[in-house]
């Protein structure tokens, strides 16, 4: 058993990880991680074959692809106690945006809120429903942390990753000004409106080099790729990972758009 700390109520369950697009194709290091912070907690982790939550369509006002997306993924996790995602921007699509599509229909509106009711951001997940209070990993150095919009916002997520980051061997971590403002990401946003999403990650790339922090955390790799490419074009010597492989203390792989040779010129 791991030398993680849980409350005395625990007991183990059945968890559907929700592994998302971004960590399926660009960082599979971060399923890993959360894998092992899981199976920590006492879950028996099990990876359904899923697809993308259905955001991207959902965003874009294209319903009725999003509607069997949704549906999709809800048979597909329908064994699982919970659903977990290592993004507050994908489970915050599940538990919050689910619901909003089917509250029309009937039949279909209670099975959404009996799925949504189920879905987690993985770091509140490990807070809030398994009690994790503290995890066995070391990290030396200073680290900021950035609170994702749709995890903070849409669900609550922010003293959780602070209470597990605290209890890392080595780790200090520095608050960061305007830690909740957005990073200019937003998913199809910083397509659709590519220099204002620009000016956005530039103040907050800004205010992570003032920090004088040496590595970025966040729970979402959408807008840790975003900073993490912002941060290397302007040569700011700052390493970007995602919260989870800290905490599960597999920070073997690169920072994120590094090679194992260091930051990228």
Sequence with gaps: MSDAQYSSSRARCRVGLFVTCLVDLMRPSVGFAA???????ECSVFVPSQTCCGQPAYN?????????????????????DYVVAPSGSCAGMLARHYPELFAGEPDLSVKANAFAAKCFELVSFLVDVRGVTSVPARFEGEVAYHDSCSGLRELGVHAQPRKLLASVEGLRLVELTGSDVCCGFGGTFAVKYGELSDAIVAQKTA???????RTLLAGD????????GKLQ????????RHIAEVLAGMTSAPPIGESAGGPRS
């Design 35 to 41: 894998v092992k912070l899981l199976e920590d907690a």
């Design 60 to 80: 874009s006002g294209d319903r009725a692809t999003t509607k069997a997306i949704a549906l999709q993924t809800m048979a597909a996790f329908a064994d699982c």
């Design 207 to 213: 205010n992570i080099a003032a920090s004088g922090a």
């Design 221 to 228: 790799l959408g807008c840790l790729m975003n900073m993490a």
């Design 233 to 240: 074009r302007e040569g700011r010597g700052v390493h970007v």
